[in-house]
């Protein structure tokens, strides 16, 4: 079981940036690492996945709602992975959660569903006014 804390989100005007932080209990141990997901969910609509990383050797995957807006990045040290979200807009405003997997890669086909993840983050709410 991997335990996950979230922290960053909060309001922001369309354009600018916001970062999320997701630390893990679990990280590289062994031939295992963390595939790490971040989903989002607005009222009304189904969790979306928009992206993904893999601890051991940095392996990302974008949706392609936010590709070349988001990026992933992790800090060993401390366990972390960090999504930075630029360029925000209004339809980024959701409620975004990490979720991770301990295996041996990111599943590539399925990295962005529910299914795919067996432990979630509280999530954390990003709001985009214009």
């Known amino acids: 079981q991997v335990q996950l804390v979230q922290s960053g989100g909060g309001s922001v005007q369309t354009g600018e940036s916001l970062r999320l932080s997701c630390e893990a209990s679990v990280w590289n141990d062994g031939a295992l690492g963390v595939c790490l997901g971040w989903f989002r969910q607005a009222p009304g609509k189904e969790r979306e996945g928009v992206a993904a990383?893999?601890?051991?050797?940095?392996?990302?995957y974008y949706s392609d709602s936010v590709k070349d807006r988001f990026n992933i990045s992790q800090d060993n040290a401390k366990n972390t992975m960090y999504l930075q979200m630029n360029s925000l807009r209004p339809d980024d405003t959701a409620t975004y959660y990490c979720?991770?997997?301990?295996?041996?890669?990111?599943?590539?086909?399925?990295?962005?569903?529910?299914?795919?993840?067996?432990?979630w983050g509280h999530g954390t709410q990003v709001t985009v006014s214009s």
């Open positions: 990383r893999y601890s051991r050797d940095g392996m990302t």
């Open positions: 979720a991770a997997l301990r295996s041996i890669r990111c599943p590539p086909l399925t990295w962005n569903e529910r299914i795919s993840y067996t432990d």
